[in-house]
DNA sequence: TCCCTATACTCACTTTGTTGAATAGGTGCG
DNA sequence: CGCACCTATTCAACAAAGTGAGTATAGGGA
């Protein structure tokens, strides 16, 4: 019931066509969860059916007409209920980490590949993050928004993802140091070694 | 294909029955990556029938008969090319994410109640990883490990999780901070406030 | 003796996620 | 003018993941 919550969430700040949450779950919401628009529209038929958002078709004259769904009280109260149950924990289930973990000494430099990928993607997303920040701020403190805004969730959730991709960066720069080290030991004649 | 290569880079080690497995996957790489047994031995027969892994009965005394499955050519093989193939990114689809987001006034007390629940979680996960180190490492140094073990993967995925959690903790902190001055700033007098 | 736990596995079902394509008008570009 | 791309959605089929219950045997403790 993952996506189900996300949606509705998604559609806490404004109302959106099916089409229009695809390209924040491709893109913006995708900084922590995704979704293809065939997915996306599935769901908000259910939601639909289930009562948690009500769609509107918007005629319109040189597009096609479009359903706009907005929350319906049933939505939030349903958000009401989703936070205040228990959170299951969550498995990383990335893939990096089984290449890693699956990796023999000939599978170093794919594995090196892979991790200088990674660290590419974080720093892009980092850097990402940084702009949506500071356009969330709008100039004022960090301080001043946690009192001031309506809702910390946003803020405080890209932190998380700042903090997340900052730790991913530092890990790969572990990872691809310890591959180094494995390397020049394995170049070396090393003397003094056990057999 | 996630699940498929976490049992093969599982079997690297040693060979294992489905039950064998599925307490892994429910405790050990479950840092990583969790599974249901019925999950695992569906798993494993399709594994089986494409050939990659290798199960043979073992006929018990006093217990049900078990099947162990062992990696075969074709397996490790599979391993290799799914190292060297590209990583696909990885969303976080992390629950709490959505529930601090959506999280309205009143639902503050829940959030805190989730992300307390959280940290406990990423400390004791932290400490079961420090103990898991300790023992990996068998006293050397982590220079030397790193130089001399056959396989680095289970000692970097080891310490991708601890960073990982350390950083959740951090995140944790951050956010119940920061909810903890909204509560401050809502019950105070608050004097030159606009309104 | 009875119940609980551990071993070892299976069946049936639902939910999620992925892939590929079809439809159909509009906009911008060279 | 044609071609690629954007808006906006739908259909069909499948693969992967997760849920729930059920079966059978054995050992240990109250």
Known sequence: ????????????????????????????????????PQQLYRELERL????????R??????????RVFALTEAGREELHIFIAQPTRP???RDDLL?????????????V???????????RNKLARYDRLRDRLLDGKSETAHLRDAKRVGPYL?????????????????AVLDALDQRERS???????DRP
């Open 157 to 173: 959730t890209l932190m998380g993802g700042r903090m997340y991709e900052q730790q991913n960066i530092l890990w790969c720069d």
């Open 1 to 36: 019931m993952g996506l189900r919550h996300a949606v509705l969430a998604s559609l806490l700040d404004e109302e959106a066509t099916g089409y229009e949450l695809s390209k924040r779950f491709d893109v913006s919401v995708a900084d922590y969860w995704s979704a293809t």
């Open 90 to 92: 969550t498995a990383m």
């Open 98 to 110: 089984v290449k890693l973990l699956a990796a023999g000494a000939d599978d170093l430099g794919a």
């Open 57 to 66: 078709v918007v005629e319109q004259e040189r597009r096609p007409n479009k």
């Open 48 to 55: 639909e059916s289930d009562g948690l958002v009500h769609g």
């Open 186 to 192: 394995a170049l070396t004649p090393d003397p003094g």
């Open 112 to 122: 090196r590949k892979a991790f200088e990928e990674r660290r590419e993607q974080a």
